[in-house]
């Protein structure tokens, strides 16, 4: 056994204390000693400590004080009224952010090299792509990303001429007035919703909650999202789809970038924690 020779000492302070009568007082003696010393004499302290009095506070068994919560309390309300007057003496202004950053693009909306980056920005998030020429061959569209799916929810305002080849698959209609549950939509395998806009450059979709998007939480639970991108809504940068969704500032507001996945602090992927493992997305071009 390595035996450690401490030696006692008095502290600087104007408490003084007995050495300790066996090893295993000692360190409690030095940390008393060592509180005391750094309190030591209040007048050299500010006036929230030196205005302590020790009829406010309990004494712990090695003589600590152990402030109580009324005095805890009245502290914190000295402290922040300090910073408050501070603060008034010395108004902060807050700095104006940088707007330096790109909102525009040669591309127009929709163009085929905005589509072309968006759709690889898509695939390389490990999402499922089709485009397709018109409006006429969604449903066809929808129809294979749903072939292994059998149950299917939609919301009450989406184009119900979208699902005409889906009559073998049993569809349930979700609406603000009549919402599924939780449970309910766990046990639903898919969803179809249209979106507002998108961004190409970062492959983000972007739904703000109309009828034929529905609630955010259809677009969450199920296991596959089939998500319907007009052409003309893809957008080449973020602020340019924000100046969109900021015309109905009150509706809630989900931002998709490919199928959910995260990772730990071993950078092990897995899918589904947060949304839909499976992102099916029909670009239509318009």
Known sequence: MISHNISRFQPTGTS??????????????????????????????PSLISSHNCNCATHGSHGVDVLSDEYTQSAKAAVLGSIRKALVANPIEAPEPSRGYISSSDNAPGSDPVIEVFKNALIDYKAQVQVVDSTRKIPGAIAKALEDSSSIVVPEGLDKQWLQKLQKKQIHIDSLDKPLSHHALDQINAVVTSSRCAVSHTGTIMLDGTPDQGRRAISLVPDTHVCVVFASTVYPTVPQAVKVL?????????????????????????????????????????
């Open 16 to 45: 003084h204390r007995a050495p300790a009568d066996n090893a295993d007082d000692v360190s409690d003696a030095r940390f008393v000693n060592r509180a005391e010393s750094t309190v030591g004499n209040v007048t050299d302290q």
């Open 246 to 286: 900021s015309r109905h500032p009150l509706r809630a507001c989900t931002w998709i970038a490919g199928p959910s996945a995260t990772s730990d602090i071993e950078l092990i992927r897995v899918d589904g924690v947060h949304g839909p493992r499976n992102l099916h997305v029909i670009i239509v071009r318009d």
